[in-house]
């Protein structure tokens, strides 16, 4: 285990991710299960977000164009914002039961995706085998405290996402309503690059902090964020470059699906649908990998902080324990 923790200990940006296609692949049989069960309706859920976001967005705008042209989103002056149709009661209610439809979703199953990975990983690492039976039994024991520390972080999410996002958005309509400049140019590169980064701060020590809630006894909310941020000192610059890696790749699928499959620039259908579905495919690849990598990330950091791993593994024993003694009064 001294070994094991040294190894872990060194890991950088290609070790990290290395580690984490190791994980997959040597364990394909249960990652494969986590993936069709769990992963699969996420990666769909969020391609569908895509599309309704896309379609809501069209609808917001009278294009002085085509009623489909892209410059709706590119250049403001060719649109003007449909007022009668956001002011409906129609519009308001199918944006937030879209809204909420896709937050409870993607709640829910982040929640399994993220308890049942993090158990596996651990389990992997503590006794080489673990099954997807075993983790997905685990799930009733984990979640309540993931959960906790899901809803704190979606709360600064939805914050910056849903009101300090569009505000971005609004000065970045306004700089460039009338005419280009070299200085309206740089601003919004500034305050676009700003954004970016704070948002992949926020979601790293997010990820990492569901983690610590997961496999770590009584640690969940802010006290999972402020461990998630404390073990990541040290490796931040590796698991910067991770997340950044993934996370680019996400937003490069994503950005294809919206262009081939919404938006149409390939207008035969069976063409559209295929490369929709190997799309979502790749975005599954990308959550599972991503899902992987946080728990890789958070074991990398407790080695690199020589921070013991026994406290973890007997929770793991625990959960494996209770699970037994559940098991044997249903055979009873």
Sequence with gaps: MEERHQELKRLGFFGILKESFKLIFSHKKLFTQISLSLLIPISIILEVKILTAISFS?????????????????????????ISYIASFKWVALWLLSEFTYLILLLVLSILSTVTIAYSTASIYKTKDTTFKKAAAAVPELWKPVLITFLLVFAVTFVYDYILGPVLGLILRLLFFKRFAVLKIVIGVI??????????????????GTVVSALENDIYGAKAIINGRNLLK??????VAVFVVLLTLAAGVDTAFALVVVYGTIRIWAIRIGIGILLVLLKLMMVLIGLVAQTVIYFVCKSYHDENFQDLYDAVDHQKLSLDVHYQKLTV
């Design 234 to 239: 040290g490796k931040m610059k590796a698991s």
């Design 58 to 82: 069209f609808n917001m705008f009278k294009n002085r164009a085509e009623p489909e042209d892209i410059t709706v989103f590119i250049i403001p002056q060719y649109s003007t914002l449909n």
């Design 191 to 208: 305050l676009t690059v700003l954004y970016i980064v704070v948002f992949v701060y926020i979601t790293l020590i997010w990820h990492v």
